[in-house]
Nanobody, 126 residues
């Protein structure tokens, strides 16, 4: 079992920035693909970004490409999501996830991820 703990959510104005962090206390996060998903009220959970074990492979949803940056620090067992140029439609609960599959089998489907954090709220206001 891998426990994932998100931090860094909150309130930001449109055009502003927030940085989310996900930690895996006591576990080797580098053994897993790291991912971020989000879920807005009344909508399904959707893929945001993912990063390979080494950090050399990265994928983004089209809706956040060029605005969000995913990164990882394997020495600290953390995966981060830097969110810039925030839009009202970025408002959602953001979830950190970990997948044990191969990066060659990358998927943006939530069902392919094995472990999840409890989520952190991100609210973007005008």
């Amino acid at each position: 079992q891998v426990q994932l703990v998100e931090s860094g959510g909150g309130l930001a104005q449109a055009g502003g920035s927030l940085r989310l962090s996900c930690a895996a206390p006591g576990r080797t996060f580098s053994s897993y693909i790291g991912g971020w998903f989000r879920q807005a009220p009344g909508k399904e959970r959707e893929f945001v970004a993912a990063i390979s074990r080494s950090g050399g492979g990265i994928r983004y949803a089209d809706s956040v490409k060029g605005r969000f940056t995913i990164s990882r620090d394997n020495a600290k067992n953390t995966v981060a999501l830097q969110m810039n140029s925030l839009k009202l439609e970025d408002t959602a609960v953001y979830y950190c996830a970990a997948a044990s599959t191969s990066w060659n089998s990358f998927s943006s489907l939530p069902s392919r991820y094995d472990y999840w954090g409890a989520g952190t709220q991100v609210t973007v206001s005008s």
